[in-house]
């Protein structure tokens, strides 16, 4: 399949390279730049010609010239910040310059026409949100993640800063599999042409000792295992967000579930002042663009956001400061480029809670990051070689998290041995058995390493430092040709590279008070660890994709098709993508579809995992009050990389059809399916059970004040567990997506727009489950080895929410009314054979056999069985709700924009019955909800 | 004629004195009927005692006969004793038999009846204590140092071995109707469920407790008030009897064996998740302890099954149940309990609540220079809340157990 499409692909690109027209068949077309209110030229304008996807700048005066564009009919689009976009068709004549002038409307809430929905992508592309800057405004976005209410399937909820805000795409997964977090690492986002990245970040404990450590939900920060946070971006600097949930171009990689394509605010404009505040958040941002004659345009925004989850709870809560620049200049006419350095600083803080006498917690994670980002393009001109892209972005996150809580029930081995070692309590001691045979040993380093039983309670408190460098760099040459009248093509060859490391300090331990182990998880002992010596993942990329578009029979047919090859520190993927869109009846009907491959890289968390140390006490008589205290503890060490870890893929399928009816109803349908195998965990396998026979030690000594001489008293069987870096998530997502544009009713200035989803998520995991039980109070046991996908976790939803916007330009007054009918919601879990495992690993030898199932009332391995419910298999329904939500803008005056909102205006939250825990109620909806923003515009 | 009536008379005197001197062979059968156990005392100590002069005579019987010479004529009580062992659990019989007449050789049958064994909780802590650890500014919680102190409450020697101890599951009463999957024929009426049995070590003759006795069993035997326990809070469990301290407890790290002190066993545990320690509730269980007429084994374990899941749990039949006392949270808690007829009615909560150094203690009092404590079966009148928990609380002895 792969093999066929590559040779297709090289037909299309030697066809359109061969292009029988000789280059030097070209025109011009140039023009002025005005604003509409007062003539005025505008500046630094962006114009691009479609679909040659070349662009330029306007000059000081507002003039701007393309040249070498092909004979045809091409589009002009010009766009600029503050300003409503508009495109013409231009014909273009053979060695001749076509003038073309743009009078460009300032965008408010005055205009006709108010943008505040989420407008989807063109034909042949692949399938989008576009959200603009009116729409942002209008929502009241505090961070990009509230934008993701606009897509259609999602549900409403209320925007917060108070934890980590990732963005997941066309998946509503609530299991425990890590289908979510896999869904939202996968999700790119790129703010000015260059990814910001999360693959260097490993801001919490060690996840070899516990999966669930990745959750930093309590501790603050961002977890490793999801994507980006988008706090750290300011909204009040993004001038538009393109959402791209289908299938991405080629040009995108180091992605599975889609991307989220940020550009910020370029360009002259005037000083705005933005203050925002609802029950959590309160934001204050400034923004200011300057022209600076022939040097450029500068734009500078500043801004400041205070969240705390709960009026009562101050004591959490999150604080950012942002601080961005970006400069455009043109340079001789055919180089643009725009660069930006943004300078951030993000604070998450958890201070005791004045209340909570007993576990004293603490923490907070703070951050600042600095990123010099720079995209631009040079107008080659010449023959079918149109122009070079490039972007480059370079970023150093410096991260600090700190925990501190109060371990109680803490009595357990804590060894700072490094290597397999038996040490004793104090530093270098060599104790041997009753019968002269040696109980300690020491690891190349372990010399002066100690033991020690901690006692039952104690402040135990971690640090963790984390200095994050990415560095990003993409090329891309553009090529055009057009054969005859009715063939663009389009080809477009990059190459992309991109470095992430971490060079901090890692995990710092006291050497007394470390954090809590699990008490049943010997494998659960914590060192410290030192990120800089980790080392970098480097990402090559090199794609080639190809664009036609092609009238035939008087309809459309765009095609995208394009193949990725990635390298990825010694692991490969091959990834094609193709969007195609056919019209059928012209300008009423078309079909789409896509398919495609994604991958994502592991992260540095995925490649470089800490060594697992079990740490078991062979000896202690400490609490006993006994003169000679004495405690031998025994150090195993683990390498828990997994270096059979391979690139994680996601096949995505689309296909749909838009309908336009009397040129203006718009009606578009796609259904997807997208299937990974082979997402990020940590888990088990059956190499994680590492069996050892330990032993334990007895006193002989008849006075228990001497110093103890030892004697063996017994060898267990006893196994060690740790996690290790898995291709395990299986995430399936389908859906059908419905967007109803009914555009704006003139007469009644009101506009109708409804969009929806059914949704069907299945997530699992591939690898075996494993349960280990204790046998009454012996302490060996087996270890049971479950079939893979044991659990599947299923979720359904279906949801049309229904905008309902009206404006009156005369004042400057836009209210849109949202109601979201959540029509059925169900979540269930599928069961493989969860009542008899397949395997079990024998604590008598460590080694796996098949368990004949004829053995289960065995007392050998009855006590590895549990109960399970038959009320397991029940689904959770919720009933049908609805949720209405109210946004209003008003302009007021010339230079101050209000806006308010409230979420659930009628404050409707029925109560909904478990169906398997009878009694068990909880709120459907979101809680009522309201915000402010005031936005003031000095000339 | 004087003379002979005189040597008559002597003669006559001589001839009644021996009369008076005579003493008789008194037989005594022991009616072993009502015994149920399938062993029964190899000897019996039988003591007949005269009314009148309460002089005694004893003998160790020969199986279930023995027989006593020497015994003057008069009037008697006869009685029994004796204990047998079965499954390493010890069982006492007696019987007696009141106002024998013995004129000549006389047989008597005394029954022998098994002697409920007068073991009573007599001091229960379960609270736990508050410290601070050095560094912290508030305090912790500490529970390792619960323990429960049971007393010969009794004229004879009792033997412990064996004798397990449990808090009962599902003490409250609760909405959804729950089902027990007890064997055919059982009425759940005459059960208890618990989920972990602990069970006192020994074969039958290696723990006696003597009358006016007590021993002690911790959840760990440590010293808690030591620096890194307790820091001078709690008190000094290192030298109690036993201590609830498993294999699976030890390899699980989180707590220290006292090798002077001997680990109770585990009898059944139900579930299979890892026991840290044996942990009971801070604000207090229904605790029970009893010896088992059917022995422990996995094969009885049954489940509850409350409408939602089940869950596995351990029958305790209510007759085997020696003495029973129940803690809660508090008085609003006592009006969801569940009652155990004819288990103990009452509810006690210690008036701090959990982690408050409080401990529920029998009253009692000094008769015959013995301490006997109160039982009338309603631990609310029995008990008492003492904000000093302490061992042998009334000077009460240890068992020489070593």
Redesign the interface.
Known sequence: MKRLFVLFLGLYVSLAALGAVAPGNSGAVSGKITAVSDNSPIAYAVVIAHPLEVYTTTASDGTFTISHLPEGEVTIAVEFIGYTKVSKKVTVVKDKTIKVDFALEEESFRLEEVTVIATGSDAGKSTSSIISRQAMDHLQTSSVKDVMTMLPGVSFSNPSLISAQTISLRTDDSGNTGGLAMNSLGTAIIVDGAPVSNNANMQALSPTVASGNMDVSLVGGTSPETGVDMRSLSTDNIESIEVIRGIPSVEYGDLTSGAVIIKSKAGKMPLSIRFKTNPNIYQISANKGFHAGKAGDFNIGADYAYSTNNLTSSYINFQRVNVKTLYTKTFAGNVTTNTSLQVGYGRDRRNRNPDDEQSATSSFSNNVDVRLASYGQWNAGKGFFKSLNYSVSASYADKHNFYETLAQNATGLFSTAMGASTITNTAGQVIKDSEGNPITSFAPGDENATAIVTPNAYLSHYDIYGKEINVYAKLVANFFHKFGTSIDSRTIVGVDFKTDGNVGQGLVLPTDAPPLRTGTNASSGYRPRKYSDIPFINQLGVFLEETWNQTVWNRHIDISAGLRFDYVNGLTNLAPRINASIEIVPDIFSIKGGWGITSKAPTATYLYPQATYSDLVNYSNRFLGYEHELVVGTTNVHDSSNPQLKMATNRKAEVGFDITIAKRYKINVTAYDELMRNGYSFGSDISTFIWTQHVFYKNINSDPNLMPTLAVDKVLNLFFRYNKPLNDVYLHNRGIEYEINLGRFEAIRTSFYINGAWTYTESSSSANTFTTKSNGGNAEYNVAVYDPYLYTYCSEKVLTTLRITHNIPAIGFVVTLSGQVNWLGKTWTKFGNDEMFSQYISYKDGKVYDFDPALKDDPEFRYMFESKSPQRFLPEKTPPFVIFNLNISKEIGNFLTASFFVNNVFNSRPLNESDKIKGNYNELGIPMFFGLDINIKIK | MKKIFIILAGIALLASCKTLTKTHIVTVNIDESKITSSVKPESYSVTIKNVVTQQEKNVTSTKATAVIEGVYAGVYNVSIAGSATEDGITKNYSGTVANVSVLADATVTVAAEVVEPALVFKEIYYTGCK?T????????????DQFYEIYNNSDNTIYVDGLCIGTVYNRTVN??GYTYSLPEGEDVKDYVFTQYVWKVPGDGTQYPLQPGESFVMAQQA???T?????YGKSL?L?KVEFEFI???????????D???VPNM??G??C???????WLTSATGEYYVIWFPEKKIA?ENEI?FDN??????VYPIKKSDIIDAVEAGKDEASSKNKLYFSPLDDGYLFCPEGNYSFQSIARKGETKNGRLVLVDTNNSNNDFEYKTDPQLRRGGVGAPNWK
């Not at chain 2, 409408?307 to 596995?312: A, K, Q, R, V, Y």
Request: with cysteine; aromatic share 6%; glycine share 8%.
């Open positions: 410290y650890a050095p560094g912290a500014e508030k305090e912790s919680n500490y529970f390792k909405t959804s440590l010293n808690h030591l620096d890194g326990n307790t000094d290192s498993s294999e699976e407890i030890i390899a699980n790290g989180r707590c220290t006292n090798p002077d066993l585990v059944h545990k579930g299979t998740n890892k026991t840290l320690q996995p489940t409408g939602i899941s089940t869950f596995p």
